[in-house]
């Protein structure tokens, strides 16, 4: 069994493996997301081998753990981004959790920078991603971390998309706060929490662009 959580927008729902850092989909309505997340089992197979991760090799079976209704005001899940930890995020992680959750955000990077480097510059237009082309996708992706670092207390500049250098130290200290995480912090992400957001941005546009390469 997958534990899964649901977090409710008005009109979508994103289903995500709580122990499977960025293995989220959205989709309008409950079993759709469920729907969705199974769907991307091959997908996100790859990434867990990428990270030398054991994944189950059977169709899985999800539970679900808990569901998150609507919030008031904005909604993320509307607008397509996750908004809120689960509660099991608030478990303290030990030494091994923490290497795990690292490595996996890391082969995330890892199945982004390969997408990347064999997309065309041009991508098939499309309602997702607001039109934006495979290097603005990047370059999105690279400035959402640099504000995401705050929330594990790692401070960096966005780094410039073309600089490779300053994205390989801004992903160095990520990766290293990360495997130091032990516990939640009430005034930031819980470590579980930022690796899912981070893989799952990470993955979602990676995938989009994917999809988008394809003529």
């Known amino acids: 069994m997958v534990p899964v959580y649901l977090e409710s927008g008005k009109h979508w729902v994103f289903a995500c493996a709580l122990d499977w850092p960025g ?10 997301a469920l729907d969705a997340l199974a769907e991307y089992v091959p997908r996100y197979a790859g990434v867990a ?11 899985p079976t999800f539970e679900v753990v808990q569901r998150r209704p609507p919030g008031p005001g904005f909604d993320n899940v509307d607008f397509g981004a996750l908004g809120a930890p689960a509660d099991a995020d608030a478990a303290p992680l030990t030494a091994a959790q923490a290497k795990r ?3 996996i955000v890391e082969a995330s990077w890892s199945v982004l920078d390969d997408v990347v480097a064999k997309a065309p510059a041009q991508l098939r237009k ?15 992706v690279v400035a959402a971390e ?10 960096h500049k966005a780094p410039d998309p073309d600089d490779a250098e300053a994205i390989a130290a801004l992903r160095k200290d990520l990766i290293e706060a990360l495997r130091s995480a032990r516990a939640a912090d009430a005034t930031a992400w819980p470590p579980r929490y930022f690796a899912r957001r981070v893989a799952w941005h990470v993955l979602d546009h990676a995938w989009e ?5 394809e003529q």
């Open 23 to 32: 293995w989220c989909r959205r989709a309008k309505g409950e079993e759709a």
């Open 49 to 59: 081998e990428r990270a030398g991760v054991r994944f189950p090799s059977a169709a």
């Open 101 to 103: 959750l690292a490595t």
């Open 126 to 140: 499309g309602p997702r991603g607001g039109g934006r082309d495979r290097d603005g996708v990047f370059a999105h």
């Open 146 to 155: 640099a504000s995401y670092a705050r929330k594990l207390g790692v401070r």
């Open 209 to 213: 662009i994917e999809d988008k390469s």
